[in-house]
T-cell receptor, first 117, second 115 residues
Framework: GAVVSQHPSRVICKSGTSVKIECRSL??????MFWYRQFPKKSLMLMAT?????????EQGVEKDKFLINHASLTLSTLTVTSAHPEDSSFYIC?????????????FGPGTRLLVL | AQTVTQSQPEMSVQEAETVTLSCTYD???????LFWYKQPPSRQMILVIR??????QNATENRFSVNFQKAAKSFSLKISDSQLGDTAMYFC????????????FGTGTSLTVIP
């Protein structure tokens, strides 16, 4: 299947700093990517849809100025957590759809664990 | 809006036995896709099996098979000959047919395979 990578896999930062997480589709192009947040033993919560060449679409309750998304190319989307605070500590996962029509499937990155001290 | 319900937060099964995880969903769409994803302790989401709603035949992938009941909006996953490596969180997911659509996830079922 298709491969999606994320970098970094884990990051520890001080409160007030910004953290950038990269999501790459390695062997396919993705005009759309999705960013999720997952708390321990919980389901994935969709944060936003990243669109190549246009603004991201944020889910209700997600602060767009807090979680900046840039879809710079057909293989790269970045999520920047600005002025991070301890409550932003979480596991962040991206995904990208691959395939056409009945072959379409979402492929997920390995996730990024963020700890804000 | 689409909703996906997994009513079993935790399940366990003896190694080599069979277990069924349940999933129901609610949608007004006629054409869509259903998925089961596995998330082991590494937390990497791994596709287990997918089903196109227009297909009546239940999907199978080796030890994994589904029971898709479109009228009942039910999509259960059967794991046969359970192995220790099957221990993981299992998420049922729904996606509308159009390309690039988002997933709607269930709350997950934590499966433990007991040696």
């Amino acid at each position: 299947g298709a491969v999606v990578s994320q970098h970094p896999s884990r990051v520890i930062c001080k409160s007030g700093t910004s953290v950038k997480i990269e999501c790459r589709s390695l062997d396919f192009q993705a005009t759309t990517m999705f960013w999720y947040r997952q708390f321990p033993k919980k389901s994935l919560m969709l944060m936003a849809t990243s669109n190549e060449g246009s603004k991201a679409t944020y889910e209700q309750g997600v602060e767009k100025d807090k979680f900046l998304i840039n879809h710079a190319s057909l293989t790269l989307s970045t999520l920047t957590v600005t002025s991070a605070h301890p409550e932003d500590s979480s596991f962040y996962i991206c995904s990208a759809p691959q395939g056409l029509g009945h072959q379409e499937t979402q492929y997920f990155g390995p996730g990024t664990r963020l700890l804000v001290l | 809006a689409q909703t996906v319900t997994q009513s079993q937060p935790e399940m366990s099964v003896q190694e080599a036995e069979t277990v069924t995880l349940s999933c129901t969903y609610d949608t007004s769409e006629n054409n869509y896709y259903l998925f089961w994803y596995k998330q082991p302790p590494s937390r990497q989401m791994i596709l287990v099996i997918r089903q196109e709603a227009y297909k009546q035949q239940n999907a199978t992938e080796n030890r994994f098979s589904v029971n898709f009941q479109k009228a009942a909006k039910s999509f259960s996953l059967k794991i046969s000959d359970s192995q220790l490596g099957d221990t993981a969180m299992y998420f049922c997911a729904f996606m509308k047919q159009n390309t690039g659509n988002q997933f709607y996830f269930g709350t997950g079922t934590s499966l433990t395979v007991i040696p």
